[in-house]
Nanobody, 130 residues
């Protein structure tokens, strides 16, 4: 059984930083694409950043490029999202999700609506005040 547990959300002021963590179990990291998604009230879910567990290649949405960094610790089955220079528009519930990445190993695909990731965490709230 795949389990994903997010942590690290909170309330910060604009310009501050947060690091989200996703603890994954029941998966072989090298075989999965893992991503961070977010959903704000009244908005569609957005693929923020995805990483290929095998190659380590990454994808970032334009809205976070240069401010967010996704990384993984395969030995610990952990994925992180380091967020710098947070903005009020980053306020959302952030979810970790995972999907076997074969035959497509492009992290952009899994962050897109076509990725259809089937394994999701419960989410962690990030609130950025202005």
């Amino acid at each position: 059984e795949v389990q994903l547990v997010e942590s690290g959300g909170g309330l910060v002021q604009a310009g501050e930083s947060l690091r989200l963590s996703c603890a994954a179990s029941g998966i072989t990291f090298d075989d999965y694409a893992i991503g961070w998604f977010r959903q704000a009230p009244g908005k569609e879910r957005e693929g923020v950043s995805c990483i290929s567990g095998g190659s380590g290649s990454t994808y970032y949405a334009d809205s976070v490029k240069g401010r967010f960094t996704i990384s993984s610790d395969n030995a610990k089955n952990m994925v992180y999202l380091q967020m710098h220079n947070l903005k009020p528009e980053d306020t959302a519930v952030y979810y970790c999700a995972a999907e076997p990445q074969y035959p497509i190993q492009n992290p952009y695909y899994y962050c897109s609506p076509y990725g259809s990731l089937r394994n999701w965490g419960q989410g962690t709230q990030v609130t950025v005040s202005s």
